[in-house]
């Protein structure tokens, strides 16, 4: 195990299987096995697991999204004081898409140790395994519940290279995607369900045909959409109106070429920049 922070006390940032209690490390069963705390976002789900995994815990604590707030000062006198907690989600590596990241950072404030303990990560599980470009990627973490939250956030990463990751739930996924189709354009799409799991399954299709890919899907899913497809380079007449546009809106003609790269296709910010001494 580390040894000891400046204040005597460490954090263990421990992943738990996703679904499959086979990949429940030897590492993480003796961290949770030799923690102080164990910090837990549902106290019965990680008992049951660490139970069924024969991993005898000396003390949970519900540390959660709606408590972490009123939890953190505690669990930080804690570690100060030189005792050590172990932090786990439902599933998967902690902080990704869940509760903690406050914690760690005030940890790392305040001297305290912080650990990793990696292992098994839903993002990087479903990439790894459904064929679309792997590098670079963007996980998205949980969807806005909300259209509007959902269209702002598909729109924001548009012309971002490379694949994106995202959780949904199943009752709102058809929805998600259609969305994502009608604001990202046409890309590959793998529909990643319980991982590691009995039923685990990889639906490849298209993003346009994702309403009938989408239909009647169970349990727990995690999206990867392929990167953008090349669908040529905007016109020099387009190109110009939209630089046009950005220099009116102001601000200094570097800054307004890139607001115009984003906005184009197969253009990039020099050559709009180059443009502007004509305009």
């Given at each position: ?5 400046p204040t ?13 209690p ?69 599933a ?6 869940d ?11 305040a ?58 739930r ?6 998600s ?9 046409p ?5 990643c369900?319980e ?42 007449e387009?190109?110009l ?15 307004c ?13 020099k ?9």
């Amino acid at each position: 195990m580390p040894s000891a922070s400046p204040t005597g006390g460490v954090l263990w940032i421990v992943a738990t299987p996703l679904g499959n209690p086979g990949d429940f490390s030897p590492r993480a069963r003796q961290t949770l096995a030799e923690a102080d705390l164990v910090l837990a976002e549902d106290t019965r789900r990680a008992g049951l697991l660490c139970a069924q995994c024969g991993v005898s815990v000396r003390r949970f604590v519900s540390f959660h999204d709606h408590n972490e707030a009123e939890k953190q000062p505690e669990v930080l006198r804690h570690l100060e004081a030189g005792g050590s907690a172990a932090l786990i989600s439902d599933a998967g590596t902690p902080l990704v898409a869940d509760p903690g990241y406050r914690l760690v950072r005030a940890c790392r404030a305040a001297g305290v140790r912080v650990v990793p303990v990696p292992g098994p990560s839903a993002p990087v599980t479903a990439l790894s395994a459904a064929g679309l470009p792997p590098l670079p990627y963007t996980f998205l973490g949980f969807l806005p519940r909300d259209a509007a939250g959902r269209a702002a956030l598909f729109s924001a990463f548009r012309r971002t290279p490379g694949s994106l990751i995202f959780f949904e739930r199943k009752d709102r996924l058809r929805e998600s995607l259609a969305q994502a189709a009608e604001i990202l354009g046409p890309r590959e799409l793998a529909i990643c369900r319980e991982l590691t799991k009995t039923h685990e399954e990889f639906i490849l299709d298209r993003l346009e045909n994702a309403a009938e890919a989408a239909a009647d899907l169970l349990g727990e899913i995690t999206v990867v959409i392929g990167p953008p497809e090349q669908t040529g380079r905007s016109s020099d007449e387009e190109a110009l109106a939209v630089l046009r546009e950005e220099l009116n809106d102001g601000g200094k003609p570097r800054e307004c070429a890139r607001r115009a790269a984003a906005r184009l296709e197969g253009w990039t910010s020099k050559e709009l920049y180059a443009l502007t001494r004509d305009i």
